[in-house]
């Protein structure tokens, strides 16, 4: 988070909601942690100093506890089971619809999103990692998709340092965390007086500006350093540093595939938590007279039965063939795609996986390469 070109400043701890008051004045609405059915989510702030303090999140394969941080730190969560990608590629959406004018004849008619412009504030490394794939995928040249730019282009993103991993995660070893260093407006990393703050956008350096904080000190700076080192190297989960395309794709027909399978309940948990997952359906919503219908988006998934079904027969009919399309799309032919594996090391698909499910495990089960968890 360094590489700013802007020296980074100091927030003291009881002027946050300054910079939330901020981002307020100027028009977003802000979303922060928020507690609902027991988990952390991204939720609309009601006042600048409506940040919680003192959440942590207990997270293994299956299982996600809230708990206390005895240091009450604001940021002291690891991530929740919602990324920020709800936020641009939205869940459900209208793209156009179509009326019966008073001739007979039907008329089309784009749906362009109303988009708020909003601030969310403390976006993690894996996030801001995985909505840059997001972007390779619906913003691609000549390819641009119109109701996700529409929401992109109002996100001002705040990330945050995570100095307390979660069991599950691995971004280290993706290389996509623990400290935030590209794709944010604002990157905060949490000290026990304060944050050290730098801009990564002419329109964060715009709010920091505004906030007129003072330099950041050696000390501090070092300090921030430090706690990133030690978050990753708290993490005992990883996934091997090589590219994994080859080593996956000549093993298509290995038995794990249909061990996995065994425990697989394809209930599609995965692909809803995974930051990166970009497949959708596409459904039509007639009117009940008939005169108009509206034309859907929805997040699809691959362990759906319907996602792999082809007209007159389904091409991955059970759930090894799914389970294995997840793996290899995801760690494999993604390079094919965009250069990279589809993987940040949230670990969301493997605390929300119902029956524990710990991709790393697979890879290391499949690839014969070595897994450690403490
Ligand atoms: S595959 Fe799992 S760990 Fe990797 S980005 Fe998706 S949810 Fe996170
Ligand atoms: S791997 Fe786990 S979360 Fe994913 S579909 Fe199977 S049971 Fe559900």
Redesign the pocket.
Known sequence: MFSSPEPAGFLPLDQLHALVARLMQLGYQCLGPAVENDAIVMRELDAPDGLPRGLQAEQAPGRYRLTTDPQHRYFAWANGPQAIKPQAFAPQESLWRVERDAAGMLQFEAVVPNAPAQAIIGVRACDLAALALQDAHFLREGRRDPHYAKRREQLFLVAVQCAEPGATCFCASTGDGPTPTAGYDLALAELPDGFVAVSGSAKGAAVLSALNLSAANAQQVDAVRQQGQAAAAAQTRSLPGRTLRDALMSRLEHPRWDE?AS?????????AVCPTCFCHAEIDGPALDGEASRHERIWD?C?GESHGHLHGFNVRPD?RS??RQ?LTHKLATWHDQFGRSGCVGCGR?IA??????DLTEEVAALTGSGVSHE
Request: contains cysteine.
């Open positions: 996995v425990r697989c309940l394809a209930c599609g948990n995965c692909t998934s362990f759930i799914r389970y997840w698909c929300w996986c119902p029956v524990g499910i």
